[in-house]
C-alpha cells in the first residue's frame, strides 16, 4: 500500500555514514551526536538538547527532570500517543487527563486550571499534528500556579509560535526522530531544556543514574552512580544519519507544506459543503506540514472512505483511540473528554510523504469526492 511516509535520503546521507564508518569512531559523544545537538541547540533556539533513542525516552527524561513520582500529577491531553502519559506513569506519577479543543486537536487550554490539584506539578502540552497549543495562556496558567511546563513535540519539529521554535517555551521538551517523523534517523528524540535549573538531573538521568559526564570532561578520576537514569544516549550510527536530514531540512519543509497545501486546496469545496473539516492553523503559529488530516461526521462516511481507500490501496488510516478510553486509564485521573471521543471518532489521516507526485494526490482527492459527494 502507499505509506503514509518515507524518510527523505539526502546525498548527504551517503557522506555522513560512509564518514562514519571509515572512521570506525562509533563511540557515543564522539562527532555526530554532539553535531546534533548543536545544530539543534542553535536552529531552535534553546539552552541544551540531548540525543536519545526514542521520543519516549526524551519524554521519560522530562518526567525525571520535572520530578516525576509516586503521590504526584501532570496534566495531559487525552487525546494523545501513549507515550505521553506513559513516561509519568512509568515513574510512579499519575497523568491527570483533559479534553481537547475542537480546531487543533490539541488540548483545550480553558479547561487546564479545573485539572489542577495540590499534587499537580506539572502541565505536559502536545503540539497536535505540528500546530502549536495556545501558549501564551499556557505558561500565564503555569506561572500562577508554580508548574512546569512540558512540550511533546514528537509532532512539531521546526514549527512556530508566534515566532518562537516550538520546543523552546517550556521549561522542557522532547522531539521524536522516528520513521514517520519529519526528520528521521529510524528510531530516536531528543531532550530539549530550556530550564537551566534541570540541566544537573537531566545529564545523570541521560547517562545511566552516574556523573560520567564529569568524568569526559575530567572534573572526576573515576564516574560511580549518584542518581535514578536508563540507557537513554544515542548511539552515534542513527546520529549520522540524522546529522544528514538536519542539513536538509528547509528542503524537507518546503517538501512536505507543498503537499500539505495541495490537499489542502483541492478538497475546499467538500469543507464549504459540509461533507468534512480540514486542519486549522491558528494566527501566529507555522506548522511543518507533520501530518495532514480530516475530520469526517457522518459515520458511513468514514467507513465507506476507509473501505474504499484499502480497496485501492491508499494508505488512508485511523488514528489512537484516547487515553481515557483505553486500558491505561486505570493509571490516570479523567476529567470529561468528549471532544477526544468525538476527534478520535472523526479524524482520518491522508498520505504525506516527500516525492509524493500530483497523480498519487489526485487519486486520493478523487477517492473523498467520490464517496462523499455520492447520492
Same mark, same amino acid.
Not at 160 to 167: A, C, N, R, S
Given at each position: 500500500?502507499?505509506?503514509?511516509?518515507?524518510?527523505?535520503? $539526502?546525498?548527504?546521507?551517503?557522506?555522513?555514514?560512509?564518514?562514519?564508518?571509515?572512521?570506525?569512531?562509533?563511540?557515543?559523544?564522539?562527532?555526530?551526536?554532539?553535531?546534533?545537538?548543536?545544530?539543534?541547540? $542553535?536552529?531552535?533556539?534553546?539552552?541544551?538538547?540531548?540525543?536519545?533513542?526514542?521520543?519516549?525516552?526524551?519524554?521519560?527524561?522530562?518526567?525525571?527532570?520535572?520530578?516525576?513520582?509516586?503521590?504526584?500529577?501532570?496534566?495531559?491531553?487525552?487525546?494523545?500517543?501513549?507515550?505521553?502519559?506513559?513516561?509519568?506513569?512509568?515513574?510512579?506519577?499519575?497523568?491527570?487527563?483533559?479534553?481537547?479543543?475542537?480546531?487543533?486537536? $490539541?488540548?483545550?487550554?480553558?479547561?487546564?486550571?479545573?485539572?489542577?490539584?495540590?499534587?499537580?506539578?506539572?502541565?505536559?502540552?502536545?503540539?497536535?499534528?505540528?500546530?502549536?497549543?495556545?501558549?501564551?495562556?499556557?505558561?500565564?496558567?503555569?506561572?500562577?500556579?508554580?508548574?512546569?511546563?512540558?512540550?511533546?513535540?514528537?509532532?512539531?519539529?521546526?514549527?512556530?509560535?508566534?515566532?518562537?521554535?516550538?520546543?523552546?517555551?517550556?521549561?522542557?521538551?522532547?522531539?521524536?526522530?522516528?520513521?514517520?517523523?519529519?526528520?528521521?534517523?529510524?528510531?530516536?528524540?531528543?531532550?530539549?531544556?530550556?530550564?537551566?535549573?534541570?540541566?544537573?538531573?537531566?545529564?545523570?538521568?541521560?547517562?545511566?543514574?552516574?556523573?560520567?559526564?564529569?568524568?569526559?570532561?575530567?572534573?572526576?578520576?573515576?564516574?560511580?552512580?549518584?542518581?535514578?537514569?536508563?540507557?537513554?544516549?544515542?548511539?552515534?550510527?542513527?546520529?549520522?544519519?540524522?546529522?544528514?536530514?538536519?542539513?536538509?531540512?528547509?528542503?524537507?519543509?518546503?517538501?512536505?507544506?507543498?503537499?500539505?497545501?495541495?490537499?489542502?486546496?483541492?478538497?475546499?469545496?467538500?469543507?464549504?459543503?459540509?461533507?468534512?473539516?480540514?486542519?486549522?492553523?491558528?494566527?501566529?503559529?507555522?506548522?511543518?506540514?507533520?501530518?495532514?488530516?480530516?475530520?469526517?461526521?457522518?459515520?458511513?462516511?468514514?467507513?465507506?472512505?476507509?473501505?474504499?481507500?484499502?480497496?485501492?490501496?491508499?494508505?488512508?488510516?485511523?488514528?489512537?483511540?484516547?487515553?481515557?478510553?483505553?486500558?491505561?486509564?486505570?493509571?490516570?485521573?479523567?476529567?470529561?473528554?468528549?471532544?477526544?471521543?468525538?476527534?478520535? $471518532?472523526?479524524?482520518?489521516?491522508?498520505?504525506?510523504?516527500?516525492?509524493?507526485?500530483?497523480?498519487?494526490?489526485?487519486?486520493?482527492?478523487?477517492?473523498?469526492?467520490?464517496?462523499?459527494?455520492?447520492?
Amino acid at each position: 500500500s502507499i505509506p503514509n511516509t518515507v524518510p527523505y535520503l $539526502n546525498p548527504n546521507t551517503t557522506k555522513t555514514v560512509t564518514d562514519l564508518m571509515q572512521s570506525s569512531r562509533i563511540q557515543t559523544h564522539y562527532k555526530y551526536g554532539p553535531l546534533c545537538e548543536r545544530k539543534l541547540e $542553535n536552529e531552535l533556539g534553546v539552552k541544551k538538547a540531548l540525543l536519545v533513542h526514542s521520543g519516549t525516552g526524551a519524554l521519560e527524561l522530562c518526567a525525571l527532570c520535572v520530578g516525576a513520582q509516586q503521590g504526584v500529577e501532570i496534566i495531559v491531553p487525552s487525546f494523545t500517543f501513549v507515550s505521553t502519559a506513559n513516561c509519568f506513569v512509568t515513574h510512579g506519577a499519575t497523568p491527570v487527563l483533559v479534553d481537547i479543543r475542537p480546531d487543533t486537536q $490539541n488540548i483545550d487550554e480553558t479547561k487546564i486550571e479545573a485539572a489542577i490539584t495540590s499534587k499537580t506539578i506539572a502541565i505536559c502540552v502536545v503540539h497536535y499534528a505540528g500546530v502549536a497549543c495556545e501558549m501564551d495562556t499556557i505558561m500565564e496558567i503555569a506561572r500562577r500556579h508554580k508548574l512546569y511546563v512540558i512540550e511533546d513535540n514528537a509532532h512539531g519539529v521546526y514549527g512556530t509560535y508566534k515566532g518562537k521554535m516550538l520546543g523552546s517555551i517550556g521549561d522542557c521538551a522532547a522531539l521524536s526522530f522516528h520513521y514517520t517523523k519529519n526528520i528521521t534517523c529510524g528510531e530516536g528524540g531528543a531532550l530539549l531544556i530550556n530550564n537551566p535549573s534541570m540541566f544537573y538531573d537531566a545529564f545523570i538521568a541521560w547517562e545511566k543514574g552516574t556523573n560520567r559526564f564529569d568524568f569526559l570532561e575530567g572534573k572526576v578520576d573515576k564516574y560511580e552512580w549518584v542518581g535514578k537514569g536508563g540507557s537513554f544516549v544515542l548511539s552515534e550510527i542513527p546520529a549520522a544519519l540524522l546529522y544528514s536530514q538536519l542539513l536538509e531540512r528547509e528542503y524537507i519543509m518546503q517538501a512536505r507544506l507543498s503537499v500539505w497545501t495541495k490537499y489542502f486546496s483541492a478538497i475546499e469545496d467538500l469543507d464549504k459543503q459540509g461533507f468534512l473539516m480540514r486542519p486549522t492553523v491558528p494566527d501566529g503559529c507555522g506548522h511543518n506540514a507533520h501530518i495532514f488530516y480530516i475530520l469526517i461526521p457522518d459515520k458511513k462516511h468514514h467507513e465507506l472512505i476507509l473501505k474504499k481507500s484499502k480497496e485501492n490501496k491508499i494508505g488512508i488510516f485511523q488514528h489512537y483511540s484516547p487515553l481515557h478510553c483505553s486500558a491505561g486509564s486505570r493509571f490516570c485521573r479523567s476529567l470529561p473528554c468528549d471532544q477526544a471521543v468525538s476527534t478520535a $471518532n472523526q479524524l482520518l489521516r491522508l498520505p504525506l510523504w516527500i516525492g509524493m507526485d500530483d497523480d498519487h494526490i489526485s487519486k486520493i482527492v478523487a477517492l473523498l469526492y467520490s464517496v462523499l459527494t455520492r447520492e
